[in-house]
């Protein structure tokens, strides 16, 4: 089944200690990307990566790290979180071959709260 | 930089009506694509129908279609025949070829469907 997996689902951590969401898709996409989704401001994009280590920032990329070191996955990392970090937060992936034709699919979500 | 509006925050739509969700965006780039996502409340983004740019005729996918208008910067959701289960989050987004394949989100409308 074509399918993006996320871990963990649901993480309370607190502020300072290091955490690392994974992502993995299994469709053999170029593109991966990360979003996090917060209530008014729908989803905005924290990094993207279009191949194998290249990876570049989105709208929101403050606090976040990402790798794509393989092409099937591209872990999140938050070095240090803080509260504002608290959100929802999506990994997507797609085709990219011929642009911006092709939908995303997104993985089921990750809801974090840093405390 | 591309912007994407959802102007309607929530709406009531009685059932088996249709129902147009409105979403105007905002680039410089002639080339894009334009999605609509639902995101029922369990959370995942399922994909719904895609128009590009150079589409000369609206998209269309089952019960659901794009008006687009093209000067208009406009690309609405019309859902006929509206069932119980479309009550969800709706989410318009846009693609730019040249914006390294970012995908935009508007900050959604709520749907809910009366019986």
């Known amino acids: 089944e074509a399918q993006v997996t996320q871990n963990p689902r649901y993480l309370i951590t607190v502020t300072g200690k290091k955490l690392t969401v994974t992502c993995s898709q299994n469709?053999?996409?170029?593109?991966m990307s990360w979003y996090r989704q917060d209530p008014g401001l729908g989803l905005r994009q924290i990094y993207y990566s279009m191949n194998v280590e290249v990876t570049d920032k989105g709208d929101v990329p403050e606090g976040y790290k990402v790798s794509r070191k393989e092409k099937r996955n591209f872990p999140l990392i938050l070095e240090s979180p803080s509260p504002n970090q608290t959100s929802l937060y999506f990994c997507?992936?797609?085709?990219?071959?011929?642009?911006?034709?092709?939908?995303?699919?997104f993985g089921p979500g990750t809801r974090l709260t840093v405390t | 930089a591309q912007k994407i509006t959802q102007t309607q925050p929530g709406m009531f739509v009685q059932e088996k009506e249709a129902v147009t969700l409105d979403c105007t965006y905002d680039t410089s780039d002639p080339s894009y694509g334009l999605f609509w996502y639902k995101q029922p409340s369990s959370g995942e983004m399922i994909f719904l129908i895609y128009?590009?740019?150079?589409?000369?005729q609206n998209a269309t996918e089952g019960r659901y279609s794009l008006n687009f208008q093209k000067a208009r910067k406009s690309a609405n959701l019309v859902i006929s025949a509206s069932q119980l289960g479309d009550s969800a989050m709706y989410f318009c987004?846009?693609?730019?070829?040249?914006?390294?394949?970012?995908?935009?989100f508007g900050g959604g409308t709520r749907l809910m469907v009366k019986p």
């Open positions: 987004a846009m693609r730019v070829n040249n914006a390294g394949n970012m995908l935009t």
């Open positions: 997507a992936s797609s085709r990219l071959a011929g642009g911006y034709h092709y939908e995303q699919y």
């Open positions: 128009q590009g740019s150079y589409d000369q």
């Open positions: 469709m053999n996409h170029e593109y």
